[in-house]
Structure formats: C-alpha cells, structure tokens
C-alpha cells in the first residue's frame, strides 16, 4: 500500500458501505440558564464504513468503560471537539455519536478515521 493508493475505496471493494446522517456543528447559543447549546447545520447523507470500538481497546485508548464508542471511516472533512467548540456529529442506526478525534488521512489517502462517542439524542 502507498500513499495516495485510498486504502478506504479498496476496502469497499470487499465490505458493503454503510449510511449514515451526517451533522456539521454551526454555532452554539446562550440558553436562559446560562449554559450553552451546540446547533448543527441539516443533515448530509453520507456513506463509509461504521465499526464499534472493541472494548478491549478502552484502556489503551484512554477510554470510559462506562461510554459506546465507534469508529467511522468516511471521504470528507470532519470537525472534532479538539479544534472546535463541539465538533461535528453522526447519526448511525438512530444512534447520535459525538465526534471526539479524527487520524487525518484525507490529505495522503482522501478518507478520514472518526472516533465518536455515544451520546443522547437532542
């Protein structure tokens, strides 16, 4: 495999591509009580391919047992919580996931790998 080969659209040809909805973060607004409010823009129907985390991933990743988090593989550009306010999110089988971080392979491969945390629905 090369650099600029896109692993992702090979691996197509032997997994089926999955759908997702796809919410980019817009803003955020003050609420009454003082805390703020994320606001995504509208859905975008988007393809890749969705796998949950192992758990017995959890510990050498940093992560909370006690969370569900996936692993989303897709060909755009992708916001997380670590160079935005809130990131971007994915809706996956009626389930919201946060995106928390992104491995950057778009600019060398055209795909990106999103991990994304369970959380609940607005």
């Known amino acids: 495999m ?3 080969s896109n692993l992702l659209n ?3 040809k032997l997994i089926a591509r999955q759908s997702f909805q796809y919410y980019t973060y817009s803003t955020r607004i003050n609420q009454v009580n003082g805390q ?3 606001v995504y823009n509208s859905p ?3 393809t890749g391919s969705a796998q949950p ?3 017995e991933l959890y510990e050498a990743y940093g992560l909370d047992f006690n969370s569900h988090y996936f692993r989303f593989y897709v060909a755009r550009d992708v916001v997380d919580v670590g160079r935005d306010v809130a990131g971007d999110q994915i809706v996956f089988q009626g389930i919201y996931y946060q995106v928390l971080s992104i ?3 778009r600019g ?3 795909w990106n790998e999103i991990l994304a945390i369970q959380v609940p629905s607005p």
């Open 10 to 12: 090979t691996a197509f």
């Open 108 to 110: 060398i491969d055209g």
């Open 103 to 105: 491995t950057p392979w």
């Open 36 to 38: 703020y409010e994320s």
């Open 44 to 46: 975008v129907c988007t």
């Open 53 to 55: 985390m192992p758990r």
């Open 2 to 4: 090369i650099p600029g």
